[in-house]
């Protein structure tokens, strides 16, 4: 059963009528089958309506959307003998953030991202995809151990943020991210960072400082999330619409002010309508990215990285 | 010492322009202790009540006076970035925003990027101004980090950032959040130049600020009191619905958990941060070998570095711990209210 978003309720209406024809012309042998291509086709046409001008709040919707293809799905799909690496060998294994080696395309590497899970357990097991100090450290150890032999890194991002929580902040919450930026800096291998949802502020970031980041059309990347910033600024959370709208936290903004290098189309009505597509269309885009930089030298990896992110901030939205 | 200059010079200006001075100026009420403290008493310990110990927040002249010799030190005029990237607009405009913090504080931003010597050792500060707008960090505290940082090389001396930030500029939304690796970047400057990079925490060092650049110090000192913390505290109580443990996120909770090497009260701190720098940068004797003393004692010689490292150990200590609850409780209060961005964030 799908999960129809609030704005999507049109849409719901129209494809649940279709079912219960769908479900009549099969007990009852009546030919509606003219009938149901019509409300088929008129379905279409009111998704793409709407998917045509998501505004920037039903967009954070879409990129929470609970069917929304995680970071294992891309795992599963995309990489071949992955090996899961666990531990910051200093604490505790974080789940909510996942890694390890594996191949893509045929080539070894390291794959790294934050996992928010697809039901309750999965859920509550990854903690939401907010990592605690100890997730930022494995992250930093996968990096390292992917510099050390050569392997390009791949990211995937998808956090409401780094875990608020007194444990979290007891083990330096904040030490932790600052030191994966530094880390994701330093290194002389490609990295490639992919949001594939939610981009939650410093949780993000911590594993994203790459050479390419791309984004999925309807996935969004914030400084705050659109509650916390409305709860802020407004002085209302319900606020949030507005805020979503200010931060410019969509795909495409974000390409215009030069902080991304890539939008990846989502199939017709978001990525949880088609995940096996979605994730074909960024398997396209990772490995075009890692042949961009697989003639590259590790000092040029580093010093055109750095380049890239001093730029940030040159450039505004017209 | 430093602190003679910061308030004979202050005292100077009052003898000569002082009868516009109203009775209510004269005297302030701790946030520690709720003790009425005399003008001239909270001067001259440097904004520290003489009564409880609590640091109350200084402007960054004032601090800046403080750490220099002689309380002398050139500021670097930064360049404007450009404004208002985003077209951003809450309740108000950010442009508005902007306008309101550079007549308020007479400053274009939220950083004053100095350099000058400290202890004889030449220095470069980059150093916030909480006034303006909370200390957030967007892009031209990021340009300010950099230049600093960058002037640091050229001049082959230390970095010392001095933290005093609510965090990301939500204003100017992900490019607040890339300054985060921005600021990484100079960090990583600095440390390729085989230069050395000091922190000082002040309060508050809270959100993105604390997880890029403040937190990868060489060495890490924080002022007593002085809230750091990636999460702000009120977040978290929303989050996981429980009451937060007594002194949490402050300086002292931080040097407990590892993660600053110092708490220097105020009075210790231009002696403590010259002698880190002295330390770092000047690894031979002056003249020739000093031959170890026999005859001195170890205490004898440990004597000033335990004075820096023991977190806030004034007189009263029972007595103090107290108020400094009341102190802290007051500062988060403080923050709920104010209107400006004062909540981590990025
Ligand atoms: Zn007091």
């Given at each position: 059963m799908h999960n129809y978003l609030d704005f999507e309720k049109p849409i719901a209406e129209l494809e649940g009528k279709i079912q219960e024809l769908r479900h009549l012309s099969?007990?009852?042998?009546v030919n509606i089958a003219d009938e149901v291509g019509r409300m088929q086709s008129k379905a279409e046409k009111l998704l793409v309506s709407t998917y045509a001008k998501l505004t920037p709040w039903q967009k954070t919707q879409v990129a929470r959307h609970a069917n929304r293809p995680h970071t294992v799905d891309y795992i599963d799909a995309l990489i071949e003998d992955f090996t899961p690496l666990a531990g910051d060998r200093a604490f505790a294994e974080d789940l909510a953030i996942i890694g390890g080696m594996g191949r893509f395309c045929g080539h070894s590497v390291m794959v790294i991202g934050h996992e928010k899970g697809a039901d309750t357990e999965a859920r509550i097991k990854h903690n939401f995809g907010m990592p605690r100090p100890e997730g930022y450290r494995k992250?930093?150890?996968?990096m390292s151990l992917a510099n050390k032999f050569g392997l390009p890194v791949i990211t995937f991002i998808d956090t409401p943020g780094a875990y608020p929580g007194i444990d979290a902040e007891a083990r330096g919450q904040a030490e932790a991210i600052a030191r994966s930026i530094d880390v994701c800096l330093s290194l002389k291998v490609p990295l490639i960072s992919l949001v594939i949802g939610e981009g939650g502020s410093g949780g993000a970031i911590a594993i994203a400082v790459a050479?390419?980041?791309?984004?999925?059309q309807h996935s969004i990347y914030s400084v705050i999330s659109p509650e916390g910033c409305a709860s802020i600024l407004w002085r209302d959370g319900a606020q949030a619409k507005d805020a979503a709208g200010a931060l410019r936290l969509t795909a495409r903004d974000l390409l215009d002010l030069g902080v991304i290098d890539k939008v990846i189309e989502?199939?017709?009505?978001?990525?949880?309508?088609?995940?096996?597509?979605?994730?074909?269309?960024?398997?396209?885009?990772?490995?075009?990215?890692?042949?961009?930089?697989?003639?590259l030298d590790g000092g040029v990896l580093r010093a055109s990285r750095r380049e890239k992110f001093l730029k940030m901030g040159t450039k505004g939205l017209s | 010492m430093n602190w003679l200059q910061s308030w004979v010079r202050p005292k100077l200006r009052q003898l000569v322009g002082g009868q516009k001075d109203i009775p209510d100026h004269l005297w302030h009420k701790c946030k520690g202790c709720e003790e009425m403290i005399f003008h001239r008493d909270l001067e001259k310990n440097l904004s520290v009540c003489q009564h409880c110990g609590y640091h109350m927040r200084i402007g960054v002249k004032k601090r800046l006076e403080l750490l220099f010799d002689d309380a002398k030190y050139t500021t670097v005029e930064l360049k404007s970035p450009i404004a208002d990237p985003l077209k951003f607009r809450d309740r108000r405009k950010y442009t508005e925003r902007l306008k309101e913090a550079r007549n308020n504080t007479g400053e274009k931003d939220a950083i004053v990027v100095a350099h000058g010597a400290m202890g004889g050792n030449k220095v470069v500060v980059a150093a916030f101004n909480f006034d303006f707008m909370a200390g957030s960090m967007g892009i031209a505290v990021g340009d300010g980090l950099?230049?600093?940082?960058?002037?640091?090389v050229v001049q082959e001396t230390p970095l010392i950032a001095i933290p005093a930030s609510g965090g990301a500029r939500m204003q100017e939304g992900i490019l607040s959040l890339m300054q985060m690796a921005r600021t990484t970047i100079a960090v990583e400057e600095v440390r390729d130049a085989g230069l050395p990079y000091i922190v000082l925490m002040l309060d508050p060092t809270a959100g993105g600020v604390t997880a890029s650049f403040a937190m990868l110090g060489d060495v890490a000192i924080a002022e007593p009191g002085a809230v750091i913390c990636f999460a702000g505290a009120r977040v978290?109580?929303?989050t996981i619905r429980e009451k937060l443990p007594e002194g949490f996120q402050c300086a002292e909770y931080l040097y407990e958990h590892g993660m600053v090497d110092m708490v220097v009260h105020r009075s210790a701190l231009s002696e403590t941060l010259n002698r880190v720098i002295d330390l770092l940068c000047n690894h031979k004797p002056a003249g020739e070998l000093v031959p170890l003393d026999e005859d001195s004692s170890p205490a004898d010689k440990s004597d000033k570095k335990s004075q820096a490292a023991a977190p806030n150990e004034p007189a009263s200590k029972a007595d103090k711990d107290g108020q400094d609850?009341?102190?802290?409780q007051d500062k988060q209060d403080e923050q709920a209210n104010q209107d400006n961005q004062d909540k981590p964030t990025g």
């Open positions: 099969g007990e009852g042998g992250a930093q150890r996968l050479n390419s980041v791309l984004m999925l989502e199939p017709l009505g978001g990525a949880h309508r088609d995940a096996q597509a979605t994730i074909r269309s960024a398997g396209q885009a990772i490995e075009e990215e890692l042949k961009k930089y697989s003639e | 950099l230049t600093a940082a960058r002037l640091a978290i109580e929303q609850k009341q102190g802290k």
